[in-house]
């Protein structure tokens, strides 16, 4: 895999990830990436720790919007909001990881998305997602 398709195929992936979270579709999430494997308690399956990922989000947001009197949303794909997109770290250490700030109109939330990138069969990108609240 060279740079160019790794920044195109994980940016791709971020996209499709906030974009899902930014819909509530967390479910979807578990069709294209992986959850950190600390949310795996014992006997739950991929989509379910999605979903519970979700609820914790959206309680978040919620107590925000209790707290400040105004709607607090995960906005969609902005490609700025990535950061540390590393390719020569993944080239050396079949691994690496991304952030995205996720924004809420348009002005940070305080908490970030991790994504860990690993590739796997020689070509396939694998994204383990975690949040950092």
Known sequence: MIEQEFTLKATEIIKQMVNAIADKKYEKLASFMRMDPSWLTEGRTMTEAFEEFGKIIDSQLEGWEEYEGRKFVID??????IEDLDFSYLERQNFTMAT???TNE???????????????????????????F
């Open 106 to 132: 348009g002005e940070n939330i305080d908490f970030w998305f991790e994504i860990a990138f690993t590739i796997e069969n020689n070509e396939e990108l694998i994204a383990e997602l975690n949040i950092n």
């Open 76 to 81: 969609h794909f902005d490609e700025s909001c």
């Open 100 to 102: 995205y700030q996720p």
